[in-house]
């Protein structure tokens, strides 16, 4: 694992202007960012650290059409994450737009908000952070999977991780089901030295029971009727790596009986065989049950038990994982956006927030389940809370009755101008309100664009709205 330091220390962030806004640097500080200002590429050169990940703001309103060109080389750098601010005139040209293109994250055009800057430098950051994975803490490797944490909850995973890879003691992995405990397992066995043997992964759940014994010790031939060959079991494979029981309190009893004994002795025993065989290997657990009420129960040993567990690992929920759950949903998104034919950007704020107000049962595993699909199901190159089929959890928790009366309006008014093709009076006939009315409620709601056509329609009567 490549040594993992605190993810949020400090946020750097290069803003390059000729003449930059003040008011919005003024803004980004007091938001945490330590921010540098670069009047010139040349500034950018001196003030860029090749070594350490970084947002940018690149204000292309500020500089001469002629110096635009020479910004291409401070914007290749990859440990940048660049917002460009942009205007019309400048988007008219093509090598603006292309600059943006190829190394800008996003872009708006100014005048914005200061806070919509933040938002988008954010994840900007959030972003090159995803990029430079062998160097950015947060992130760790297990197969060819990355484990994306940045939180309190995660890192300590992380540094458990590493305590626990270097003995050769038993792990017990408790945590919700999807939350990585198989992935956490095989992040031990990589860390450990048993890395160059291998991982051998069990699902105690999916095997039926009569089977079980045979899959775990092995059989020798003619230990039954149709053993016609010696079958070397999953222990024994394990010899000299890992072996991970999964849903180990689905185990029967017969089975715990025999892994109880091969925990004491450290040997095997073959069904229909005689001899015992000396077996090396590391043993790791996990469960999504309970397993303290499955030995209240009798129907888990407790001795058992302590056995497994001399090391305990807790996974967190996801829904306790603060602003990895958008990490991790922006590493999934790169991670599958090939899946679309579409060029797929990010979320929207309002699937931001749903991801954030939703409980995640079903924890990372649901998560890369909902993303995957809303690549698919994605229109725009925004994913949206209903591409994610979370609608029903945006601003929930926050919503007065008056705003989402408000919302409810707005969302009505849109689907009877899209019904109607942004036909005025049909769509207020619909609405049962009068078309000025609904004029004004457009105007409020931010639905209206103010084109020639709409005034036509409304003041010179024609039928037809704009199109
Ligand atoms: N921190 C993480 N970062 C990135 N991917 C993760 C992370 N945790 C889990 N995953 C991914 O989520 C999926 C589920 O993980 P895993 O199979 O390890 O979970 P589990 O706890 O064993 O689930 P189950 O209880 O359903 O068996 C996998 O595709 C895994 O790669
Ligand atoms: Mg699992």
């Known amino acids: 694992m490549t040594p993992l330091t605190t993810a949020q220390a400090e946020r750097l962030l290069l803003y390059v202007a000729r003449s930059p806004d003040d008011d919005l640097a003024a803004h980004l500080k007091s938001r945490g960012w330590n921010i540098s200002i670069a009047r010139s590429t040349h500034d950018v050169a001196r003030l ?9 703001i690149v204000d292309l309103t500020s500089f001469a059409a002629r110096d635009i060109a020479g910004l291409e080389s401070a914007l290749r750098q990859q440990q940048i ?88 003691a038993t792990v017990f992995i408790s945590g919700e089901s999807g939350t990585g405990k198989e992935l956490t397992a095989l992040a031990i066995h990589e860390r450990s030295q048993r890395r160059k043997s291998t991982f051998v992964p069990i699902n105690c759940g999916a095997i039926p029971h009569h089977l079980l014994q045979s899959e775990l010790f092995g059989y020798e031939r003619g230990a039954f009727t149709g053993a ?48 015992s065989i000396p077996v090396d290997v590391r043993i790791i657990s996990a469960t999504h049950v309970d397993l303290e009420a499955a030995m209240r129960d009798g129907r888990f ?71 995957r699909r809303a690549i698919v199901m994605a229109e725009n190159k925004l994913i949206s809370a209903e591409d994610l089929d979370l609608e029903h959890f945006t601003a929930q928790q926050t919503m007065t009755l008056a705003q989402a009366r408000e919302a409810a309006e707005k969302r009505a008014i849109e689907s009877a101008l899209l019904r109607h093709r942004h036909r005025l009076n049909e769509a207020a006939t619909d609405l049962g309100i009068s078309r000025v009315t609904l004029y004004r409620l457009m105007g409020a709601h931010g639905l209206r664009d103010a084109s020639a056509s709409d005034e036509k329609t409304l003041f010179g009567g024609e039928a037809e709205g704009r199109e």
């Open 48 to 56: 860029a650290r090749p070594d350490a990940t970084c947002a940018g």
């Open 81 to 168: 994450g660049w917002i460009a601010l942009a205007n019309n005139e400048r988007l008219a040209d093509p090598e603006v737009r292309r600059l943006i293109r190829h190394y800008c994250f996003d872009y708006v055009k100014i005048p914005v908000a200061n806070a919509t800057i933040d938002y988008l430098v954010g994840h900007a950051y959030g972003m090159v952070t995803l990029c430079d994975l062998d160097f950015v803490a947060g992130v760790a490797t297990a197969g060819d999977d990355e484990m994306v944490g940045t939180c309190e909850a995660m890192q300590q995973l992380f540094r458990t991780i590493r305590k626990v890879a270097n003995t050769d």
């Open 228 to 275: 016609n060959q010696r079958k070397i079991g999953r222990v024994e494979a394990a010899d000299g790596g890992t072996l991970f029981l999964d849903e180990i309190g689905d185990l029967p009893l017969e089975s715990q009986a025999s892994l109880l004994r091969f925990l004491q002795e450290g040997k095997i025993e073959r069904l229909g065989g005689h001899e």
């Open 301 to 371: 040993r407790a001795d058992l038990f302590h056995r497994l567990c001399v090391l305990r690992v807790d996974e967190p929920p996801l829904r306790a994982r603060g602003k990895d759950i958008e990490i991790l949903a922006h590493h999934i998104l790169h991670k599958f956006k090939t899946d679309s034919a579409r060029k797929i950007r990010g979320f929207t704020p309002s699937a931001i927030e749903a991801m954030y107000n939703y409980n995640w049962p079903g924890n990372v595993r649901e998560l890369i389940n909902r993303v």
